[in-house]
């Protein structure tokens, strides 16, 4: 995943990257979504699930990897609010992000589990 970042030797370089900024806009657009849809847990569930589910396409792709998020969006979240920042601002958002991930992870596996029954169903 994402292979041909690993040779960038600086962060300025892997910010002129636009493939890995593109990336990183989705990333923060879902995130952004999955918190909007809150109200509706079953939608944010699913819609959680379903990009969990679209990584099972990436070549050796670990749900591991999804980890690493976290402290971006909490750092985006802090330079956003600001002077709103607050220590329950940030134990919310810590919450919420750990929910976020480990629901990606739960559809990732789940459509990975799918994948193999449906491989040994046709067998």
């Known amino acids: 995943m994402f292979s041909r970042f690993l040779d960038l030797k600086s962060k300025e370089e892997r910010f002129d990257m636009v493939e890995l900024g593109k990336h990183a806009e989705k990333v923060m657009t879902a995130l952004d979504e999955s918190i909007r849809g809150l109200d509706n847990m079953d939608d944010f569930l699913s ?27 909490l750092e985006a979240v802090k330079r956003t609010l600001e002077d709103r920042y607050s220590e329950n601002v940030e134990s919310t958002y810590k919450v919420t992000i750990k929910f ?24």
């Open 47 to 73: 819609c959680l699930h379903q990009v969990g589910a679209t990584h099972t396409k990436i070549p050796d792709f670990n749900p591991q990897y999804f980890w690493k998020i976290e402290q971006p969006f």
């Open 100 to 123: 976020i991930i480990e629901t990606l992870i739960d559809g990732f596996d789940k459509a990975q589990n799918d994948k193999a029954l449906s491989g040994t169903a046709k067998s």
